[in-house]
Nanobody
Framework: QPRLVESGGGLVQSGGSLRLSCAASGMNLAYYAIGWFRQAPGKEREEVACISSGGSSRNYANSVKGRFTISRDNAKNMVYLQMNNLRSEDAAMYYC??????????????WGQGTQVTVSS
């Protein structure tokens, strides 16, 4: 069964950095576009970044542009989200998701369980 597992979340001070990882099993990520999403309590889920299957196209939400970087290593079946200059409003559960087409879009087929990011001021 295809599966995604996130890791790397934790508690960080405002202005700090975290690197989230998304590991895939039962699927070859090279055929999937990958998105990172977040959801804070009482708020709607937000897509923060997406990367195409080959890595040539990357999209970011305005709220994270210039601070977050999405990357992937298809040889390792991994996708990453480097988060710098974290703010209190970045605190949320972060999820990675895969869509079985090369380009980013609005529908995703496989979701991870999430990793919690907490930002202290």
């Amino acid at each position: 069964q295809p599966r995604l597992v996130e890791s790397g979340g934790g508690l960080v001070q405002s202005g700090g950095s975290l690197r989230l990882s998304c590991a895939a099993s039962g699927m070859n990520l090279a055929y999937y576009a990958i998105g990172w999403f977040r959801q804070a309590p009482g708020k709607e889920r937000e897509e923060v970044a997406c990367i195409s299957s080959g890595g040539s196209s990357r999209n970011y939400a305005n709220s994270v542009k210039g601070r977050f970087t999405i990357s992937r290593d298809n040889a390792k079946n991994m996708v990453y989200l480097q988060m710098n200059n974290l703010r209190s409003e970045d605190a949320a559960m972060y999820y990675c998701a895969a869509r079985s087409v090369p380009r980013c879009g609005t529908t995703y087929d496989v979701w991870g369980q999430g990793t919690q990011v907490t930002v202290s001021s």
